[in-house]
């Protein structure tokens, strides 16, 4: 059964420094997201991703975070100058353009030290 | 703006007993769905089940069942037959029309054995 996957399953950085986290949407979805999820905390929307552009936004989206889909089958999400406060677990999701039902990948854990 | 509540914070239940985990939500959609996600140790998030908002009947995944009352705004998940491995952190989540997903701040469910 095709799956979304993300690398890495964990990255480790330091304050202020880029990091870049990626996804493998399934091939055939056409809608993509990211959500995060700081440990003990309720999942929160980042972002959403439809035909090459953000269709929609959180507030947490600020200009720190970018999204892009540099071919086609990634989907990466950038953060510019890490914070402590950005330590959390990434995910990504996808789905059909008939369907609600998102599908997530394993997550990425992002720690910043 | 959408939520979701899910006011127990922890749950238990003994092996192969009956066990209900309550969300109730808030939005001004006509047209949403309602998502039940399961998170063990591990953090993936797995999907159990999801009910359209239009549809009366219950939505029901073999030993998992959903009690959606649309006017109540109530959307509780019944687990029969509870087993070990269905320890985990239970989301409740509802989707808009922008298709991203709100979450309530989960459920541990213990399995005592």
């Known amino acids: 059964e095709p799956e979304v996957t993300q690398t890495p399953s964990h990255q480790v950085t330091q304050m202020g420094q880029e990091v870049i986290l990626r996804c493998v949407p399934i091939?055939?979805?056409?809608?993509f997201y990211w959500y995060r999820q700081i440990l003990g905390q309720k999942v929160e929307f980042l972002v959403s991703?439809?035909?090459?552009?953000?269709?929609?936004k959180s507030e947490i989206f600020d200009d720190q975070f970018s999204v892009e889909r540099p071919d086609g089958s990634n989907f990466t999400l950038k953060i510019r100058s890490t914070k402590l406060e950005d330590s959390a677990m990434y995910f990504c999701?996808?789905?059909?353009?008939?369907?609600?039902?998102?599908?997530f990948g394993p997550g990425t854990r992002l720690t910043v030290t | 703006a959408q939520t979701v509540t899910q006011s127990q914070p922890e749950m238990s239940v003994q092996e192969a007993e009956t066990v209900t985990l309550s969300c109730t939500y808030d939005?001004?959609?006509?047209?949403?769905?309602l998502f039940w996600y399961k998170q063990p140790p591990s953090r993936q998030m797995i999907l159990v089940i999801r009910?359209?908002?239009?549809k009366q009947q219950n939505a029901t995944e073999n030993r998992f069942s959903v009690n959606f009352q649309k006017a109540a705004k109530s959307f509780s998940l019944k687990i029969s037959d509870s087993q070990l491995g269905d320890a985990a952190m239970y989301f409740c989540?509802?989707?808009?029309?922008?298709?991203?997903?709100?979450w309530g701040a989960g459920t541990k469910l213990i399995i005592k054995p």
């Open positions: 999701a996808s789905t059909r353009a008939d369907s609600y039902e998102q599908y």
């Open positions: 091939s055939n979805h056409l809608y």
């Open positions: 991703f439809y035909n090459n552009e953000i269709s929609e």
């Open positions: 939005t001004s959609e006509s047209d949403y769905y």
């Open positions: 009910q359209e908002a239009y």
């Open positions: 989540a509802s989707s808009d029309s922008n298709y991203q997903l709100i």
